[in-house]
């Protein structure tokens, strides 16, 4: 019967194999001409990679959960991560809101220029399902973070909060233009290409220093280059002049 910490790094193996796929052919469309077939292919390709990566997150955070020691043992004698909660708590409970965070704005970014003729369809069940469970998800990461306290928990919740009121303001947006799709798709994906990347430097850097898991700075540098990405990339679509991406 395969161990607990075997299953784990299994896990681990195949997360960071199809995250750094994602990661990499993310900058494609970013970086790229916009509208073309290239970008319509890395696009794909990465919200794939980011639902595989997604969940193969869930299944890491569970199988913590379920042995946070034995699949984390090299904590066994850190200061900090010593005690199974604050395993649980960072690498089972933050991580597993991650994942649904990152699922969800893939999800949603690629649905909101696939329905782009039929608005009404990015209401489908499975949409709407997943704006409850990463409602959950955050909750569920605040409210932990709070009892302990841990403040990193408490302040990156506030993402996945802010995600499900902007999801639900363009799902439920009667008429929305076509910039507004282009921005929600803007937003949702480079927003998941924000929550993998904070995850990768801060539960990848445990490895070798774990206290840089709970650095604020380290959480930071993908979170304000993602930012700025978005509201660049969003201010060109709301110019007239500007039509590279194409108004569909």
């Known amino acids: 019967m395969v161990s607990t910490h075997t299953l784990f790094e299994w896990l681990v193996g195949f997360h960071i194999l199809t995250g750094a796929v994602g990661l990499f052919v993310i900058w494609i469309p970013i970086a790229g001409r916009k509208g073309g077939q290239l970008h319509r292919r890395a696009g794909t390709l990465f919200v794939q990679t980011m639902i595989i990566t997604g969940f193969t997150a869930v299944a890491i955070s569970l199988t913590t959960l379920s042995d ?25 409970w933050m991580m597993l809101y991650l994942a649904t965070l990152t699922v969800n704005l893939a999800w949603q970014g690629w649905l909101s220029l696939r329905n782009k003729q039929h608005h009404l369809a990015n209401r489908v069940w499975h949409n709407l399902l997943s704006q409850v ?19 990193m928990m408490m302040g990156i919740s506030m993402v996945g909060f802010a995600t499900v009121a ?3 303001w363009f799902i439920y947006k009667p008429h929305p233009l076509p910039t507004d799709r282009i921005k929600e798709h803007i937003k949702c994906l480079v927003g998941a290409g924000i929550s993998v990347y904070t995850a990768f430097f801060a539960f990848g850097a445990v490895r070798l220093l774990p206290e840089l898991a709970l650095q604020p700075g380290l959480w930071a540098v993908p979170l304000v280059v993602g930012l700025a990405l978005i509201i660049y990339h969003q201010r060109k679509v709301t110019r007239p002049a500007s039509r590279k991406w194409k108004m569909v």
């Open 166 to 168: 902007t999801n639900l």
């Open 133 to 151: 469970l990463l409602t959950a998800a955050s909750a569920n990461c605040f409210v932990r973070g709070f009892a302990e306290p841990e403040p």
């Open 68 to 92: 946070p020691i034995g699949t984390h043992p090299h904590l066994a004698d850190h200061p900090v991560f010593a005690d199974p909660r604050a395993i649980s708590n960072i690498f089972g």
